[in-house]
């Protein structure tokens, strides 16, 4: 369901679910009355540079990953396309009859890609 869903609306569901999340932190904070000393405000800023160390590891993770995988696709294309070009050139060393029949047999559209 939610890869089906658009970019852009799934972006400013996620904003409202932050933005309410923040509100009623908020909101409840002000209802107990808690008070904010220099001790609560060093845990906090700790915290906070923890986790977004974290998610910039994770990040950096996810982004060699995906280039690995982009890198090795593009090369296996790649691969492909000269082992297809190379069948069709090595197809008009067959008698002619042979030949003709062999290239035929090879995708059209490959062809046009390969030999280009």
Known sequence: MIWEMN???????LVAIYWG???LGFRLARWR????DEAGKSHVSSLQGALLGLLA???????SMA??????????????????GTTYLR??????EQGN?????????LIRVSCS
């Open 7 to 13: 970019e852009y609306l799934l972006l400013v569901i």
């Open 21 to 23: 999340a923040t509100e």
């Open 33 to 36: 009355g808690a008070t904010v």
């Open 57 to 63: 590891l994770l990040l950096g993770f996810s982004f």
């Open 67 to 84: 280039i690995s995988r982009y890198d090795t696709r593009r090369s296996l294309v790649l691969e492909e396309a000269n082992a297809i």
């Open 91 to 96: 197809a008009g060393f067959l008698p002619s």
């Open 101 to 109: 029949e062999a290239r035929r047999l090879l995708p059209p559209m």
